[in-house]
């Protein structure tokens, strides 16, 4: 199945929580999308999110641990809190946590492999920044992002890769059709046999305007959506394109 993916990061309150989350879920019960759909909140609006998301809208954390836990790791949330929050989905890699705060490959695979183990489908992101595209070594960064990135267990478990150009994260700019297509084929090769089960979605700047284009690309099986997950009726038109 297609999945559309709202990535708030920090932003959100409770207030947004009732027009989002329970609008969302509100539009869904009159006319069910033929995707899913999921919202990945901050953490301490994850169990009024929960609440208003109905049966519709699958709710999501934006990391975990590597730890298994129960442990002394102040500040730290471990896979099986977030699936006890009533959580479906994690983000695991996002760029922002691999640029700002160093983590690599192997930490982001723990981080995928605890999700797979509390019961939780880790949306697991990979892209390459600005210069290694001009550089002409983004399908090599990714790839290998990928074959690094990837648990053990997803053989028998259900995960989700995100592709998400570094570059076009936040700054308006969107990859071309043809670069999307070539990185998701790519992605699918690297997966091999697994790319039968596994989607890969496409995150960076997707907008209202742009949706159709990008989700009727080559090899996109939906979208990891910033910004435009935090307004109503821009996410919908998102949503309704896949």
Known sequence: MRL????????GSRALVGEMIGGLAERMSGAPPRCGVAVCPPA???????????EGVQIGGQDCSDEAGPGAFTGELSAAMLADAGCRYVIVGHSERRQRLGEDDALVRAKA???????????ICVGEVLSEREAGEAVARVTAQVRGSLPDGAKRGAVVVAYEPVWAIGTGLT???E???EMHAAIGRELGDLRQVVPILYGGSVKAKNAGEILSTA???????????????????????A
């Open 113 to 123: 492999g605890q999700a797979l183990a509390a019961g939780l489908i880790p949306i």
């Open 44 to 54: 301490h609006l994850l169990e009024a999110a929960r609440a208003a998301a109905g």
């Open 219 to 241: 090899g996109v099986d939906g979208a990891l959506v910033g910004g435009a997950s935090l307004a109503l009726d821009e996410f919908w038109a998102i949503v309704a394109a």
């Open 175 to 177: 990859a071309t059709g």
């Open 179 to 181: 670069d999307i297509a």
């Open 4 to 11: 559309v993916a709202g990535n708030w990061k920090m932003n």
